[in-house]
């Protein structure tokens, strides 16, 4: 027999992402509605619930209930611990996070679920797509499942990335990021969430830098199949935000892409994520 849940369900697509409703995060909540809410974190990939009048400290409280907070290396080795972002786009200041990707790739502990809560939204445009990569894994043939279950992809901040990273931050600061973060990180393919033992497509975008072991063509000719359907329609679900609502996303089965359309309107989202393990290979 399912367990009852708190709040309502509503799918925002037969298979991935959901609308939640009845649960207010400003209120005090039951150590089982945060289990709730977090299982259906995990169970749907995507969750969003609309008008959480949350502040700084409400939303931090909110992730550490989830584990540690993460704070966003160039700023820790800055000096700075505020597990907090600002995710802003102005006139002076156009969309970033414009191409499919997932957040931190090159950590040897990427996060486990990433949280954004919308504090100034345009009048058109500026929505999110996420992609659903254990959806694209399943989908797969098996010999292609079997193919890249074995294989092992070098994450690595790119050098534009690294430019405008260490742009942030004095020079100290940015010479140590350069150094920490120069060489990259390896994670599998395909990895298994520990919540729910599916299997995904461990796929970051920009931040991949080459199937290890793999030639550059075949690494890049498999990534680009792997990316493309990963990212098609039918894995994907899509939010038009409003002032107050809060997204929550399972970072170990998602990317996610911030869409342009909007500019130059402004834009402005509250960020925290949390921390994660190292990602399990499914042997």
């Known amino acids: 027999m399912a367990t009852a849940v708190p709040f309502d369900v509503e799918p925002l697509t037969a298979s991935f992402g959901a609308v939640l409703r009845g649960l207010d995060l400003t209120q005090q909540a039951s150590d089982a509605d945060y289990a709730a809410l977090q299982n259906s974190v995990v169970q749907h990939g ?26 966003y290396p160039v700023f820790r080795l800055a ?10 786009d102005t006139e002076k200041s156009p969309p970033k996070a414009t191409r499919w990707h997932t957040d931190l790739p ?41 193919l890249v279950s074995g294989l ?6 790119e050098a534009d990335g690294m430019k405008r990273l260490v742009s942030l931050v004095d020079e100290e600061a940015g010479n140590a990021f350069r150094r920490e973060y120069a060489h990259g990180v390896e994670h599998p393919l395909v990895r298994r969430n520990p919540d729910s033992g599916r299997l995904s497509l461990f796929l970051a975008g920009y931040w991949m830098d080459r199937i ?29 935000w409003s002032v107050d609502d809060l997204v929550i996303w399972d970072e170990r089965r998602t990317m996610h892409m911030a869409l342009p359309d909007h500019y130059p309107r402004h834009r402005k989202l509250r960020r925290c994520t949390v921390e994660g393990e190292v990602p399990l290979s499914i042997s």
């Open 212 to 240: 290890v072991g793999m030639s550059a063509d075949e690494s890049t000719s498999l990534l680009h199949f792997l990316m493309e359907h990963a990212t098609q329609p039918r894995f994907q679900c899509r939010w038009r």
């Open 79 to 88: 000096g700075q611990d505020v597990p907090l972002e600002w995710v802003e």
């Open 46 to 71: 995507v969750v969003v619930l609309r008008d959480q009048q949350l502040n700084d400290e409400q939303q931090l409280a909110l992730g550490r209930r989830w584990g540690a907070l993460h704070v």
């Open 106 to 146: 090159w950590e040897p502990r990427p996060p486990k679920f990433g949280m954004l809560s919308a504090k100034v939204v345009p009048d058109v445009g500026g929505d999110t797509v996420w992609a659903d990569t254990a959806g694209a894994f399943d989908a797969l043939s098996p010999v292609m499942q079997q």
């Open 152 to 157: 092992r992809v070098l994450h690595k901040v």
